[in-house]
């Protein structure tokens, strides 16, 4: 018998990928099938150069509960969020990453919170990151909060659940395709009036392949968008 009522999908993006993404898929059915009856695993290929798609599609080949979307570029990691969260189709969304950083056991901290609250976001506890991407990290949430208030104290996480409605009601208006989409998304929720609770959860070090968050075009793009999202809400119409 399933642990949750609840029907659930898992929402990843991958790029580049190919040494994580088949134990992550595994990881998450494992995870899922004595938790969930229904859920789906829905992987985006973001334009990879590696096999990250071929893995995925082998995969997908053998069950069914597992949908590749692919990117023909790399469009950035908010276009590849977008649209992994946007192909879900079940009652929840769990947003994670494909790098294999978080316990996905931890979806047991985050359903508790579920039914009520709209949306339900980890936060690292603490971070296992470099040093420097940690500093960032804070950096980068206290920007958010400085520009549009509170959202979360670690707008980043890669570990959120939402229920489907809210992001079909939100996901329409968020602008940002690189790595200011989580922090848009966030004061989106927090703009329309839905409830978010934040909730500790583990995380470790990537075991394989490399981050791309501290290239110079994804900072740069990140503060582009920062300042636009800004002067959207300053000067948009209502």
């Known amino acids: 018998m399933s642990k949750y009522s609840r029907s659930i999908s898992v929402a990843m993006p991958a790029y580049n990928e190919e040494p994580n993404i088949g134990a992550m898929i595994d990881y998450v059915v494992r995870t899922m099938e004595p938790r969930f009856e229904d859920f789906e695993v829905v992987v985006v290929d973001d334009g990879s150069r590696d096999r990250t798609g071929e893995v995925v599609r082998e995969i997908a080949e053998r069950d069914p509960r597992v ?53 339900v976001v980890g936060y690292r506890a603490p971070r296992r990151d470099p040093f420097l991407r940690v500093l960032y990290g804070k950096g980068w949430s206290f920007l958010i909060t400085l520009f549009f208030g509170y959202a979360a104290r670690d707008v980043d996480c890669a570990f959120k659940l939402f229920h489907r409605e809210v992001l079909e009601d939100v996901l329409p208006k968020v602008v940002a395709r690189g790595a200011t989409f989580s922090g848009e998304l966030l004061v989106r929720i927090k703009r329309a009036g839905y409830s978010i609770k934040e909730v500790p959860v583990r995380h470790r070090e990537r075991p394989a392949g490399a981050p791309t968050g501290a290239r110079i075009g994804v900072i740069t793009r990140a503060f582009r968008e920062l300042f636009l999202l800004r002067w959207k809400f300053w000067f948009g119409k209502k």
Do not use: C
């Open 67 to 119: 949908k590749l979307v692919v990117h023909p570029r790399n469009l950035g990691y908010g276009a590849a969020a977008f649209s992994a969260m946007s192909n879900a189709t079940k009652e929840l969304v769990l947003f994670t990453d494909s790098d294999l950083q978080f316990y996905l056991e931890d979806i047991d901290l985050l359903m508790p919170w579920v039914e009520s609250n709209d949306v």
